[in-house]
């Protein structure tokens, strides 16, 4: 079964570092999005990207952060310079139609940021 | 306005019996009623899902009950399993036509004991 795979499973870094958190989404899907969970917390929403740009964005999502697809296959994550209060669980997901309602997201297994 | 509220915080449940996991919005754009099971080290994965035009649907052991004049819907598993033991998260969603933006609420913790 396809599924959304995310690298590397744990990152620590030290704060003021950029960090790049990739993601695979399913192959034929067409939206893709990053969420976050802080340790204990509820999952929050950070961005969704369509068709080469950005639908909508949280106010969390500031201008450290950003979001890229490279290729046809990877959705990346980039935080430009670490806070400690960026230490979360990012997790990636993927919706596959456009135009149809209720589209299922596909969440990633999530990588574990650790700002030290 | 954005919130989606839940409640217990944790559940413990015997074996064998119900679980009912409990959400309110206020947000009236909200018509995507999705609930998320994550097990630890795993991210969420989607359990099942209801829009606001039935008040119930039901998939196995799992039923959404959802009263859309009080802006309430519940989670009940039946006949719960050790196996079902894990964090569940209700969330709400406009209809965005593929560019859902989930809101989340802040998750039960389920345990059944045996």
């Known amino acids: 079964e396809p599924e959304v795979t995310q690298t590397p499973s744990h990152q620590v870094t030290q704060m003021g570092q950029e960090v790049i958190l990739r993601c695979v989404p399913i192959?034929?899907?067409?939206?893709f999005y990053w969420y976050r969970q802080i340790l204990g917390q509820k999952v929050e929403f950070l961005v969704s990207?369509?068709?080469?740009?950005?639908?909508?964005k949280s106010e969390i999502f500031d201008d450290q952060f950003s979001v890229e697809r490279p290729d046809g296959s990877n959705f990346t994550l980039k935080i430009r310079s670490t806070k400690l209060e960026d230490s979360a669980m990012y997790f990636c997901?993927?919706?596959?139609?456009?135009?149809?309602?209720?589209?299922?997201?596909?969440f990633g297994p999530g990588t574990r940021l650790t700002v030290l | 306005q954005q919130q989606v509220k839940q409640s217990p915080q944790s559940l413990i449940v015997q074996k064998g019996g119900i679980s009912i996991i409990n959400c309110a919005y206020e947000?009236?754009?909200?018509?995507?009623f999705p609930w998320y099971q994550q097990f630890p080290g795993k991210g969420p994965a989607l359990l099942i899902a209801?829009?606001?035009?039935?008040s119930e649907k039901k998939e196995g052991r799992f039923t959404i009950s959802f009263n859309k004049s009080a802006k309430q819907f519940s989670l009940h598993i039946m006949d719960s399993q050790p196996g079902d033991s894990a964090t569940y998260f209700c969330?709400?969603?406009?209809?965005?036509?593929?560019?859902?933006?989930?809101?989340f609420g802040t998750g039960t913790r389920l345990t059944i004991i045996p």
């Open positions: 997901a993927s919706s596959v139609q456009r135009g149809a309602a209720y589209n299922e997201q596909f």
């Open positions: 192959s034929n899907h067409l939206y």
């Open positions: 969330a709400a969603s406009p209809t965005n036509f593929g560019n859902e933006k989930l809101t």
């Open positions: 990207f369509y068709n080469n740009e950005i639908s909508e």
């Open positions: 947000n009236t754009a909200f018509d995507y």
């Open positions: 209801i829009r606001p035009d039935v």
